[in-house]
């Protein structure tokens, strides 16, 4: 799923404005937010087209939250879409939300097998 033109442009005037307001260096909010400076330089200039792990990192450290992407609901089964809402509704928009929901689901895959 991609992000529309409008979701990146808003995103990237919003990062823009954090690190600004924030006073941070490239150097900086790099250590903060674990990603190389080279990196946090491209993003924070506007050169990405995905909401990429690194872009996450970047506004979870400037405190921006970053826009769900809501997937193509026609061609997706309506009991799938609804597994997805739910699972969106406890996600904290973080890769250690992410991974804490799928660590929970896979623990409830293995108790499906075990008890079959």
Known sequence: MKPTI???DDLK???????????LSYAELGRISLVHPSQVSR?????????SHNVVQVCKALE?????LEP?????APE?????SSMRK???DTPEGAQVISRMLDAI???KVRAN
Do not use: N, Y
């Open 43 to 51: 993003i924070c200039e506007g050169h990405f087209k995905t909401f």
């Open 6 to 8: 409008k979701q990146l």
């Open 80 to 84: 799938w879409a609804q597994a997805m």
């Open 13 to 23: 005037a919003k990062i823009v404005a954090a690190r600004a307001e924030k006073g």
């Open 109 to 111: 895959a293995d108790l």
């Open 72 to 76: 193509q609901q026609s061609s997706m």
């Open 64 to 68: 921006i939250r970053v826009p769900r």
């Open 90 to 92: 406890i996600w904290d």
